[in-house]
């Protein structure tokens, strides 16, 4: 079965480091998107890429970048990790046209 | 610019009763509107959504919504709530192009 996985689970980080978190998708879809998800934010959108060398910011890009080299993977960069980036980290993936975004289990990331 | 908003962040209701969970929309041109669920340490999954075509959606696990263009509203209902309905509810609406915006979710807690 086409799936989306995320890796890792987990990821403990010391402000200043810079952290890749993994987004693999077996849809074969053109669209995906990184969201953070806080306390009474709700899921905010991070970057979203709609097929091979596309990314685009969405509304919470400071501190992180993307790069969509092939269909399957999209890995979300924090460049230099703040306390303020501690979240869980959701990506998805949809069809081209296709508005149902389908998640991964999502990351749980904390910066100390 | 689209938005949702979610009322009431908690919800608790006792086994067997309605659950009613509110969403507000704003768009600027006719909207798609979605439900997703997220169980605890998990992803979103969606539970339904609207595309123009029937105003009353019907979803998995007994949900359904109805869209109400004079109110701007989806709310999310069922009829009888089952424990295995805790989670937490999120609205979200699309301007039909790719990119989703979310609410801040609402916890459902259901009382045995």
């Known amino acids: 079965d086409a799936e989306i996985t995320q890796s890792p689970r987990h990821k403990i980080t010391e402000t200043g480091r810079q952290v890749t978190l993994a987004c693999h998708q077996t849809w074969n879809h053109n669209n995906m998107f990184w969201y953070r998800q806080d306390l009474g934010h709700g899921l905010r959108l991070i970057h979203y890429s709609y097929g091979v060398q596309d990314t685009n910011k969405g509304e919470v890009s400071d501190g992180y970048s993307v790069s969509r080299s092939n269909t399957e993977d999209l890995p979300l960069t924090l460049e230099s990790a703040a306390s303020s980036q501690t979240s869980v980290y959701f990506c998805?993936?949809?069809?081209?046209?296709?508005?149902?975004?389908?998640f991964g289990a999502g990351t749980r990331l904390s910066v100390l | 610019a689209q938005s949702v908003t979610q009322l009431g962040s908690h919800v608790s209701v006792s086994e067997g009763a309605l659950v009613l969970l509110r969403c507000n929309y704003s768009?600027?041109?006719?909207?798609?509107l979605f439900w997703y669920v997220q169980y605890p340490n998990q992803g979103l999954q969606l539970l339904l959504k609207?595309?123009?075509?029937?105003?009353l959606v019907k979803g998995i696990n007994g949900f359904e919504a109805e869209f109400k263009k004079s109110e701007t509203s989806f709310h999310l209902t069922k009829p009888s709530a089952h424990m295995s309905d805790a989670a937490e509810y999120f609205c979200a609406v699309s301007d039909r192009g790719e990119k989703l915006t979310f609410g801040t979710g609402t916890r459902l807690t259901i009382i045995p």
């Open positions: 768009s600027s041109v006719p909207p798609y």
């Open positions: 609207y595309t123009s075509a029937a105003t």
């Open positions: 998805a993936s949809s069809g081209q046209g296709e508005n149902i975004q389908y």
